[in-house]
């Protein structure tokens, strides 16, 4: 049985270059001031659906918010195979916080169904490293009524009789089988498998394909729910973190007993630790 996936894909900025002028007066981040990057574990998710769409048979749609330069990431998402790609984008969008992103992509999947047909998974990385909340796919499957699989490293079975899927999760210390009934919304961690790579011939092939950019006439939400306005969150600053000078350091892998007789010491030193 063919699968429709919706895989749900975002241009982050670089966190390994956080500067000064990261953030703009509004408490949302400058992304002009900062690289932008494929997030890395979107890219595992798309994975995740091209492999059941190579199994199984069906497609797959990559759907971003952002900004037109968004477009890059869906580019590179039909260069390593996805079927079509969707890009959200309009000044009324921006500045949303997890509360209103996940509304504005719940209705776009919506919206794909009532383009293309029923969706049957809705695929996403863990979380976004710009924000690292893990709150957007939770609150789409909620908008949706679908199933949340989080932290999902592998699927066990597809039963496209039943319209079942059995998932795996990775939790602290061991993992979780979990089935639920289509449709699911997955977030995925990045154990999960190896993305493929663009090959000349997949370029090739996704030359044709156009990105649709959907603006807010298309979905036509209520501006008070989306953006900024229907962002109740403020984000007051960005920064990197500081090492504290009393910062104790030890290499647990090639030292394990010299930075055990750190710490001990430590604790010592605190009379955290009883004699």
Known sequence: MPYRSVVLVKQVPDTKNISGNAMTPEGT?????????FNPEDLNALEMALQVR?????????????PPSAAEVLREALFRGADGAVLLSDRKFAGADTLATSYALACAVRAIEKERGKVDLVFAGRQAIDGDTAQVGPGIATRLGYTQLTLVDRIENLD????????RRKLEGRHEIVEAPLPVMITVVRELNRPRYPTVPMRLASGQAEISTWTNKVLQLDERTIGLKGSPTCVSRIFSPQRDKGEMIGDGLRDPKGTANLL????????LLPL
């Not at 190579?54 to 952002?66: F, H």
Request: proline letters at 5%; a positive charge.
């Open 54 to 66: 190579d199994r199984q048979g069906g497609e797959v749609i990559a759907l971003s918010m952002g």
């Open 29 to 37: 981040i400058n992304r002009a001031a900062l690289p932008a990057v």
């Open 264 to 271: 001990i010491a430590k604790l010592l030193s605190k009379d």
């Open 160 to 167: 496209p009789q039943k319209r079942l899927i059995r998932v």
